[in-house]
């Protein structure tokens, strides 16, 4: 009776981890048909006069309209030690045609402005795109800066879950368009 019990308990043990394995799966997929539409570029970090450059640079997108931003910002704990990005990021929160929510940020990036994708994370019920300017802005005191801003694109569960990338795609390109020069 005893070896019944643990057959039975392996084989339920077993399939569960089967089905958590497909599931995992089936949670990839977007991530990586995502990341093959909207390539991560990778700025210049290290170099004091060309930080914030893009040094590859994947697909360029357009806002499609006003966003707020934060200017780029690195550190570095002293002289011998490697520099890094902030990961700071002016949040935008899309729910379907309407930003929901906006952070403040150090200004505004307008309509049309050119960015890249630095980074994209795919959860249960949202895709966020970490982003960053492709030119520096002119700012109100003449200095000129990059700037960044994270895309928050809420979703129903079940899109992701079933791997509709057309429709997250879609709720994607509504405010950020491939730029059509990808210059």
Same mark, same amino acid.
């Given at each position: 009776?005893?070896?019944?019990?643990f057959?039975?308990?392996?084989?339920?043990l077993?399939?569960t981890?089967?089905?958590g394995?497909?599931?995992?799966?089936?949670?990839?997929?977007?991530?990586q048909? $995502? +990341?093959?539409?909207?390539?991560?570029s990778?700025?210049?970090?290290?170099n004091?006069?060309?930080?914030?450059?893009?040094?590859k +640079?994947?697909?360029? $997108?357009?806002l499609?309209a006003?966003?707020?931003? $934060?200017?780029i910002?690195?550190v570095?704990?002293?002289?011998k030690?490697?520099?890094?990005?902030?990961r700071?990021?002016?949040?935008?929160?899309?729910?379907?045609?309407r930003?929901?929510?906006?952070e403040?940020?150090?200004?505004?990036?307008? +309509?049309?402005?050119?960015?890249? &994708?630095?980074?994209?994370?795919?959860?249960?019920?949202r895709?966020?795109?970490?982003?960053?300017?492709?030119?520096?802005?002119?700012?109100?005191?003449?200095?000129?800066?990059?700037?960044?801003?994270?895309?928050?694109?809420?979703?129903?569960?079940?899109? $992701?879950?079933?791997?509709? &990338?057309?429709?997250?795609?879609?709720?994607?390109?509504?405010w950020?368009?491939?730029?059509?020069?990808?210059?």
């Amino acid at each position: 009776m005893k070896a019944y019990r643990f057959t039975s308990l392996l084989m339920a043990l077993l399939s569960t981890v089967i089905a958590g394995g497909a599931g995992a799966e089936t949670a990839r997929e977007p991530a990586q048909s $995502l +990341k093959a539409r909207y390539p991560l570029s990778t700025i210049e970090v290290g170099n004091v006069s060309n930080q914030g450059v893009v040094a590859k +640079k994947g697909l360029v $997108l357009r806002l499609e309209a006003d966003a707020p931003a $934060l200017r780029i910002r690195f550190v570095q704990a002293n002289t011998k030690s490697p520099r890094f990005h902030v990961r700071d990021y002016a949040r935008v929160e899309v729910m379907g045609d309407r930003i929901v929510s906006a952070e403040r940020g150090d200004f505004t990036l307008p +309509k049309g402005t050119r960015v890249v &994708v630095l980074d994209l994370k795919v959860e249960s019920d949202r895709v966020r795109l970490f982003t960053h300017t492709v030119e520096p802005l002119r700012l109100p005191d003449g200095k000129a800066a990059y700037a960044c801003t994270e895309f928050v694109f809420h979703l129903e569960p079940s899109v $992701l879950a079933q791997g509709d &990338v057309v429709t997250v795609q879609h709720q994607i390109e509504r405010w950020l368009l491939p730029d059509k020069t990808n210059g």
